[in-house]
């Protein structure tokens, strides 16, 4: 067993944990949450989504967030784009980076984006010919890789077929959602098992939500399968709208201590993210959920 000697960190809190929030954040807060991210030194970071406001309100003031910001440099910017409006969107606000999402259970496809699985991925098609041609990277996600909230469980040969379909169409890497926060170790190398007989481990990363506190686990034993892209939510926060009950990712400051714990490089320094999270806790009104940020906290 070897494990990768650098980990990426992708910051999907200011996405991913904010766009499900009832209390609304201000923009100011936003921005001030992603700038303190950035400097505690992560390099990518999931800032917005340019979706229906209608469907996902929290995230209306996504264009305000990405051009109040002071960017950092070497930082990525990134944003949930859907379809080629979403793409035009992001565009205009020079995101540095855009993510498109699938998913693997037909059912949750309808009730997050309206649409199948087919027919997502032909609307990615003019948002993948348009990001080409304005050099902008695009990121995959599949949703519901480890079970669904309406079907149950996932069969791993339908993941490893839309993963390809959205490499094949010019995604450079794809990022795999457990959505509600299923999974367990076993069934995590059992999926990637799957998908490595055609995939590099290099083009996947994983995105663990902990509604069952496996998340750690789950990263871990991804570590094992040479995944080293990582997804991770400050403070915890989170959870999909379309998702009832699932809780947030992995917490980034919890997915620190396991990284520093098997010196495994990623750049963090440990105590300005501690800030960001307790910071962002303060806004929302509450207790940060990091086991690591509540243990050091304590101490
Ligand atoms: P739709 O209603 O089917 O879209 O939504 P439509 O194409 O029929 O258009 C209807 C209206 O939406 C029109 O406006 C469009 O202009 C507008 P109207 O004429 O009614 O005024 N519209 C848009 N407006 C702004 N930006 C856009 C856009 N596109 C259409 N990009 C759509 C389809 C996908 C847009 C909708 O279903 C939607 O916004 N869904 C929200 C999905 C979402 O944000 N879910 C949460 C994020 S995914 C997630 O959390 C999972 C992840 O973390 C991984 C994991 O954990 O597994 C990534
Ligand atoms: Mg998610």
């Known amino acids: 067993m070897s ?11 200011p996405r991913d944990g904010l766009q499900n929030e009832q209390l609304s954040i201000s923009t100011a807060i936003k921005i001030e ?25 929290a995230m209306a003031d996504s264009e305000d967030v990405f051009t109040g910001l002071k960017r950092k440099p070497g930082v990525s910017y ?11 969107r992001a565009l205009s606000v020079n995101a540095s980076e855009v993510a498109v999402f699938s998913a693997a259970s037909e059912t949750f496809s309808q009730k997050n984006i309206n649409c199948s699985i087919d027919t997502s991925l032909q609307r990615f098609l003019p948002l993948m010919k348009a990001a080409k041609a304005a050099g902008i990277p695009v990121r995959g996600y599949v949703s519901c890789v480890l079970g669904c909230p309406y ?14 379909s959205m490499l094949d169409m010019g995604c450079y890497e794809i990022s795999l959602g457990d959505t509600i926060g299923v999974g367990t170790a076993g069934n995590v190398i059992a999926l990637l098992n799957c998908l490595v007989q055609t995939i ?63 010196n495994i490089d990623c750049g963090i320094a440990l105590q300005k993210l501690l800030d960001a999270g307790n910071y ?20």
């Open 200 to 262: 590099p481990t290099k083009k996947l990363a994983v995105h663990f939500h902990d509604t069952y506190g496996q998340a750690l686990s789950n990263i871990y034993a991804a570590l094992t399968a040479g995944i080293s892209v990582v997804d991770s939510s400050i403070a915890g926060l989170g959870g999909c709208p379309y998702a009832a009950g699932a809780s947030g990712n992995v917490a980034t400051e919890d997915l620190v201590y396991l990284l520093n714990g098997l």
């Open 280 to 299: 962002i806790s303060a806004q929302l009104d509450r207790d940060n959920s990091s086991k690591t940020a509540q243990a050091l906290r304590n101490k």
């Open 33 to 57: 949450l992603i700038e303190r991210l950035a400097d505690a030194g992560i390099r990518s970071i999931e800032a917005g989504s340019f979706v229906n406001p209608k469907w996902v309100p």
């Open 151 to 164: 079907e149950g469980d996932v069969s791993a040969e339908k993941v490893r077929q839309i993963a390809l």
């Open 78 to 88: 990134t944003a949930l784009t859907p379809n080629l409006k979403g793409f035009e």
């Open 3 to 13: 494990l990768p000697k650098q980990v990426k960190i992708v910051e999907v809190g």
